[in-house]
């Protein structure tokens, strides 16, 4: 059973904005925190974005600060990325990721999450 579908990617010009969504079909989706991670080719899977549980609290790499918002909806059991004013760089297959507890405490490490989703291609030109 697939967990975890992403959309909203596509092919922009870069200051251009997209809106990915994620959506999960797991029971304990409103008690797990979410992520995002992204992967280009021949690159390392790398950490983006995570909102807790709740949604009080979030963490985004220096590299999108100021660009990116993670935002949940629990009743929808939904969690987003706007990504702003993309940038060449940004091109990357994203990925949602699902954290169940216990949590190691190094939530930006991909061994951190129990599921994951096919990604979502994101291409971004100049």
């Known amino acids: 059973q697939v967990r975890l579908v992403e959309s909203g990617g596509g092919s922009v010009q870069a200051g251009s904005s997209l809106n990915l969504s994620c959506a999960a079909s797991g029971r304990t989706f409103s008690t797990d925190a979410m992520g995002w991670f992204r992967q280009a080719p021949g690159q390392e899977r790398a950490f983006v974005a995570r909102i807790v549980w709740n949604g009080a609290n979030t963490y985004y790499a220096d590299s999108v600060k100021g660009r990116f918002t993670i935002s949940r909806d629990n009743a929808k059991s939904t969690v987003y990325l706007q990504m702003n004013s993309l940038k060449p760089e940004d091109t990357a297959v994203y990925y949602c990721?699902?954290?169940?507890?216990?949590?190691?405490?190094?939530?930006?490490?991909?061994?951190?999450?129990?599921?994951w989703g096919q990604g979502t291609q994101v291409t971004v030109s100049s």
């Open positions: 990721a699902e954290d169940r507890p216990p949590y190691s405490g190094y939530w930006s490490r991909t061994d951190e999450y129990d599921y």
